[in-house]
C-alpha cells in the first residue's frame, strides 16, 4: 500500500440555541460589557439548557461532519471525542454515546482528555490511525458544556467558558497533505493553575465538597494568561521548523479561542500579523476542546482556507497541556 494521508473531507458546528450576552452575565454578577470585551474580546457565548449535554452537541456535529464528507455512519472505523466534561464522570464515554446516537456501528469509540487542547490532540491521534493504514474513516470532535461547571458567584471564571462542539470527519486520501508536523506538549507542574478539585478520585463528592464549590472551575488567571501567551507560540514554532516552514509561510493559524488579547500577544510574540490568526471567540466565548474545530468551521464558511493552503493548528489549557500542527489543507469540504 502507498502512503495514507488524513483528509478532512466534512466539518461540523453545534451550538446550543441560548445565547447568553454580558449584558445577561451583568445582571448575575459584578462584571460589565466594557470589562468583558476590553480583557477578553467576547460578547456573546451559547449554553446547554435542559436535557442538552456534551454528547448530544457532539452527536449533532458530528452528523453534519460525516454528511458533508458524504460518508455513511457504517464505514466509520473510529470515533474520538475530546471533552473535558463527559456527561457522565466515569463511563459510558462521551464517544460510546455519540457511537450510539450516530449509529457507528463498526466504529470503535473513546475520550480523550486535555482540556482545550483535547481537539488537536484528537486530530493528531486519529492521523497516525491513518497514516499507518489502519483506518479510512476517522470522526474527530470536540465539544464541551463548560457552564455546567462555572461558579456564577466568581466573575474571574464565569464571563469566559461556554459551550458547543465541531468535528471533522477525516477520510484516507492517496494525495499528499494532512498532517505534516506536530508537537504535542505538557506540564503537570502547572496543573493547579485550572483545576476543579473535587468530584474525581481523590476528593469524590459529598455535601462537602458541593457546599464548598470545589466542583467549578478555579482558575489562576494570570498565571494561565503567562503560559498561554509563551509556550504555544513556541511550540507553533517548532512544529513549523519540523516540517521546513517558518510561522509566516502559514496562510492562517487557527487557535483556541480563549480569548482575543491572548491571540494578539501570541501575534505579537511571533512576530507575525494579528490577523493571521483566524477569530471567532466574540460570538462563542472559550468553549474548550470545541473551539478550535468551531473556528476551522467558520474560517472554512469564510473561504480562508484554500486547496493546498498551510495552517497551523494551535490548542493549549488545562493540564497544562498544548498541541500544535502544520496541515496542508487538500481542498475545501463542501461546507458550510
Ligand atoms: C482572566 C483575565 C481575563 C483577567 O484579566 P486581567 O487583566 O489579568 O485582570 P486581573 O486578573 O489583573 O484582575 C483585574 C481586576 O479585575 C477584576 N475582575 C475579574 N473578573 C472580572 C469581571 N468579570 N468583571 C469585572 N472585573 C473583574 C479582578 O477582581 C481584579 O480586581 P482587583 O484588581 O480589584 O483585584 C486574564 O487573566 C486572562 O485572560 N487569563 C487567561 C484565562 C484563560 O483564557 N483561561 C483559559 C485558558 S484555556
Not at 240 to 249: C, P, S, W
Not at 269 to 295: H, I, K, M, Q, Y
Request: glycine share 10%; net charge negative; hydrophobic share 45%.
Amino acid at each position: 500500500m502507498g502512503s495514507r494521508y488524513a483528509r478532512i473531507a466534512g466539518l461540523g458546528q453545534y451550538v446550543p440555541p441560548h445565547v447568553v450576552t454580558n449584558q445577561d452575565l451583568a445582571r448575575l454578577v459584578d462584571t460589565s460589557d466594557e470589562w468583558i470585551q476590553s480583557r477578553t474580546g467576547i460578547t456573546e457565548r451559547h449554553f446547554v439548557e435542559g436535557d442538552e449535554a456534551t454528547s448530544s452537541m457532539a452527536a449533532r456535529a458530528g452528523c453534519e461532519a460525516l454528511a458533508t464528507a458524504g460518508a455513511r455512519a457504517d464505514e466509520v472505523d473510529l470515533v474520538i471525542v475530546a471533552t473535558s466534561t463527559p456527561d457522565y464522570p466515569l463511563f459510558p464515554s462521551t464517544a460510546c454515546l455519540v457511537q450510539a446516537s450516530l449509529g457507528l456501528t463498526r466504529a470503535g469509540a473513546y475520550d480523550i482528555s486535555a482540556a482545550c487542547s483535547g481537539f488537536v490532540y484528537g486530530l493528531i491521534t486519529a492521523s497516525q490511525f491513518i497514516a499507518t493504514g489502519a483506518y479510512e474513516h476517522v470522526l474527530v470532535i470536540g465539544a464541551d458544556a463548560l457552564s455546567r461547571f462555572v461558579n456564577f458567584e466568581d466573575r474571574s471564571t464565569c464571563v469566559l467558558f461556554a459551550d458547543g462542539a465541531g468535528a471533522a470527519m477525516l477520510v484516507a486520501s492517496d494525495t499528499p497533505g494532512g498532517l505534516l508536523s506536530f508537537v504535542l506538549g505538557a506540564d503537570g507542574t502547572g496543573g493547579e493553575h485550572l483545576i476543579v478539585p473535587a468530584g474525581g478520585s481523590r476528593r469524590p463528592p459529598t455535601a462537602e465538597t458541593v457546599g464548598a464549590r470545589e466542583h467549578s472551575i478555579h482558575m489562576n488567571g494570570r498565571e494561565v494568561y503567562r503560559f498561554s501567551t509563551t509556550v504555544p507560540a513556541d511550540a507553533l514554532r517548532r512544529a513549523a521548523a519540523d516540517a521546513g516552514l517558518a510561522v509566516e509561510d502559514l496562510s492562517l493559524v487557527v487557535a483556541h479561542q480563549a480569548n482575543v488579547r491572548i491571540l494578539q500577544t501570541v501575534a505579537r510574540n511571533l512576530n507575525v500579523p494579528e490577523d493571521l490568526f483566524f477569530r471567532n471567540v466574540e460570538r462563542f466565548g472559550n468553549t474548550s476542546a470545541a473551539s478550535v474545530p468551531l473556528a476551522l468551521y467558520d474560517a472554512c464558511a469564510q473561504r480562508r482556507l484554500k486547496p493546498g493552503a498551510l495552517v497551523g493548528l494551535m490548542g493549549f489549557g488545562a493540564g497544562l497541556t498544548w498541541a500544535t500542527a502544520i496541515w496542508r489543507w487538500h481542498d475545501l469540504p463542501s461546507n458550510p
